[in-house]
């Protein structure tokens, strides 16, 4: 009776796990705000379904304040011509157009969508000016391709209130937004432009929705169809034969924890998200700045494709921001003084990410002036944080984690960018609370660099399968270089270390059946494969018994108790449910 | 025989080794599970089986008679893995018979330096008396101390 109650349920959530996937596959991305059913209150609402929405309550305060400025807040509605082919880039020129004299408060759709042409042929934004409304009207319909120009005053339309959505944001960045001379403003340009206004309560970058591969839903989609096939055998087993009956349940039950368990997976796969998201309006906050410092800062990003999960990404931005303006402001020198210096007068930012095993690695690494560790030990002493003597016994290492105490800056200006103090403490107490360490490497006269290390809640990896006896390893594919096969006789001696030649050049062995204690199976084997690891610029040669082959594999960790095993990274469940290990190059190359 | 919490006294799940009743407080107890495939994992003490995939987690599982230095049983119908959480960490213990929950009420343990078994002392809080059986109550912290050289 239990039992049937039970599968019940399980039913009842599988039809409603199904039509969430089949919903969600036929949809596009959502926009996250709601255009489409709000009250019309002007005409133009129902010929402009993209002029229809309301401001939240920090627009409504921007919009407020420039009226309390005496300036302009129009609502323009630019419809495009349906022959427009490049939509994003005319947009461009229009968004272009309208910076020029104004600055953007809000635009509908996001700017995002419209960057990525997710929108039909019409947008409309929100912008504030003290030009009257005739220089758009002109401006714009002077842009080819633009089929109408729909501008009105603020007073017209502003009665249609706030939203639900609002939310109320500190003071001090609405000021910011008016004092910014000419940068240009878009959403989310003004939000990176908090900086460190203290703790940042506010998450203006909640993005609701996650942009997801269609084929990790293709992925989910299997999966839910072979729950449904796994019900439907589960329905049918009555059998006369108890035996037989609780047979076919174990075997339906054993089949049915094998798929939630690759389930779960795959929904986990698909709440992560490149930290491109992240990354990508940093170049353009980066020309801010150096405008703003008048230096000149190149910033250099790799790795963007690196994946983190959706609530990472959220956190990780403001920290990011945060030592991205440390190096520009206190790390990169004026370029007068590089040029003193020898040094290229553009200053190098380089922003890092890559995965580390069960970690995701971000670095923000600058060729600036270093950190002062003589200046950091004055102020600590300064300002009675530790003793004389005592500082002067301390490392290098221990007199920079000073830096992360609040309230301490070795600043002499406090600037409207950083130097408060108040940064590098909420950045370091950030990364603790997703469960990630912040470490500092830098040199004086040479630069930077600040290291973000993250833990995974999950880990993808491409990896090679292997068979080494009768047991299955995975071996990282981004170590690989090469696979070969070679007879057992190519296996030399060379100062008691086996080699192999491998195009004139000598590759160390590793008898992996032997390094990991795998029980013989007693086979003979005349052919051997090869794998031919990376480890920094040197090879090593992996010996295994056979390839399984390439497969993405979830990194799960060996647990507590495990993890300080030196050659094995963690543990990956394989699609029939067996446990393989994941082999640590790294301690294992020679 | 459910007995309500007093302060006196703790529930505990009993199981059998070899010949012998042990207990462990049922807080710490999660799950009891059937044996199932374990994959061996190098580098680790003897008595670490290996690692098993638990719902989609990797818990490590130890033969608790080895660890206790006795000759393990075949695996038979009764062998069950009990799965038991210290802290963070998960571990499953291999045990020839899962028998009972009891409770043990504070009077009926004695304190282990009256006994000498074949257990190392650091394994043993005390050992139960209930009727007739003497049931011997590990201590978990104790047994998940281990490093990569086995000690």
């Given at each position: ?294 230096k000149e800062i190149m910033l250099n990003m790799s790795g ?119 940064g590098l403490d909420v950045v370091k107490t950030k990364i ?11 040199e004086i006269g040479k630069g930077s660099k600040f290291i ?139 | ?151």
């Amino acid at each position: 009776m239990l039992r049937k109650a039970s599968s019940l349920s399980l039913f009842v959530k599988i039809s409603k796990l199904n039509s969430v996937v089949s919903n969600k596959s036929t949809e596009s991305v959502k926009v996250t705000e709601k255009t489409t059913d709000r009250k019309k209150n002007q005409e133009e609402g129902l010929k402009y379904p993209t002029a229809n929405f309301k401001l939240n309550q920090y627009e409504m305060n921007a919009a407020n304040k420039a009226v309390e400025m005496e300036m302009n807040v129009f609502k323009i509605t630019v419809v495009l011509n349906k022959g427009c082919v490049l939509k994003s880039a005319r947009s461009f020129i229009i968004f272009q157009s309208l910076e020029k004299h104004a600055e953007i408060i809000k635009s509908e759709p996001r700017v995002e969508d419209i960057e990525d042409e997710k929108f039909d042929f019409e947008f409309t934004v929100v912008c504030v000016t003290r030009e009257g409304q005739g220089v758009f009207t002109k401006d714009i319909n002077s842009i080819a391709e633009v089929d109408e120009v729909i501008i009105s005053p603020i007073e017209e339309w502003i009665s249609q209130g706030i939203s639900e959505d609002g939310k109320d944001e500190p003071l001090n960045s609405i000021n910011e937004v008016f004092s910014d001379g000419d940068g240009s403003l878009s959403p989310e340009n003004m939000k990176s432009s908090e900086g460190d206004q203290g703790e940042q309560q506010h998450k203006t970058k909640t993005v609701k929705t996650v942009r997801v591969d269609i084929d990790r839903l293709d992925i989910l989609m299997n999966l839910v169809s072979e729950l449904i096939i796994i019900k439907t055998r589960l329905e049918g087993i009555d059998s006369v034969n108890n035996i037989e009956r609780t047979q076919s349940y174990t075997e339906a039950i054993e089949y049915l924890e094998r798929i939630t368990t690759s389930l779960h997976d795959a929904v986990t796969k698909v709440r992560m998200v490149p930290v491109e998201l992240v990354f990508n309006r940093f170049p353009r906050m980066i020309r801010d700045i150096s405008r703003e410092l008048g230096k000149e800062i190149m910033l250099n990003m790799s790795g963007e494709e690196t994946e983190l999960d959706r609530t990472v990404i959220d956190e990780i931005g403001d920290p990011l921001i945060h030592l991205l303006r440390n190096s520009a402001d206190h790390g990169i020198e004026s370029i007068e003084k590089r040029k003193e210096l020898g040094k290229p007068t553009a200053g190098h930012i380089d922003l890092r990410a890559y995965q580390d095993g069960n970690n995701v690695v971000i670095e923000v690494g600058d060729d600036g002036q270093g950190i002062n560790t003589d200046r950091v030990k004055k102020k600590a002493i300064e300002k009675g944080l530790i003793k004389k003597d005592i500082a002067d016994n301390l490392s290098k290492k221990e007199i920079i984690e000073f830096l992360f105490k609040p309230s301490f800056s070795t600043s002499d200006k406090v600037t409207d960018l950083s130097g408060r103090g108040v940064g590098l403490d909420v950045v370091k107490t950030k990364i603790e609370k997703l469960g990630g360490v912040v470490e500092v490497e830098t040199e004086i006269g040479k630069g930077s660099k600040f290291i973000i290390r993250l833990p995974l809640t999950l880990a993808i990896i491409q990896a090679l399968l292997v068979n080494i006896g009768k047991e299955k390893y995975a071996i990282p594919l981004s170590s690989t270089k090469e696979i070969i096969r070679i007879t057992p006789d190519q296996i030399k001696l060379l100062q008691k270390q086996e080699i192999i030649l491998l195009r004139n050049s000598v590759v160390p062995i590793v008898r992996l059946n032997k390094v990991l204690e795998v029980p013989d199976d007693g086979n003979e084997r005349k052919a051997l494969t090869v794998v031919i690891v990376r480890k920094g610029d040197k090879l090593s040669g992996f010996l295994v018994d056979s390839l399984i082959g390439q497969q993405e594999i979830v990194i799960k960790s060996l647990g507590v108790l495990l993890s300080g095993i030196k050659c094995i990274a963690g543990a990956t469940i394989l699609g029939d449910g067996n446990v393989a290990l994941i082999i640590d190059v790294n301690s294992l190359a020679i | 025989m459910v007995e309500a919490k007093d302060a006196q006294g703790k529930q505990y799940v009993v199981f059998r080794l070899g010949n012998e009743d042990y207990a462990l407080d049922i807080h710490s107890v999660t799950t009891i599970e059937k044996p199932m495939i374990v994959a061996r994992v190098p580098r680790t003490p003897h008595f670490i089986k290996g690692v098993i995939n638990l719902r989609g987690e990797i818990v490590p599982v130890m033969e608790l008679s080895i660890r206790f230095n006795l000759t393990p049983a075949p695996e038979s119908e009764e062998t069950r893995i009990v799965i038991v959480k210290v802290g963070e960490a998960s571990l499953g213990l291999v045990v020839d018979e899962v028998e009972d929950v009891l409770y043990l009420s504070k009077d009926s343990i004695e304190n282990v330096s009256n006994y000498s078994t074949d257990l190392s002392m650091d394994f043993i809080t005390g050992v139960g008396k209930v009727n007739d059986r003497v049931i011997t109550i590990l201590n978990l912290e104790k047994l998940i101390e281990f490093n990569e050289s086995g000690s």
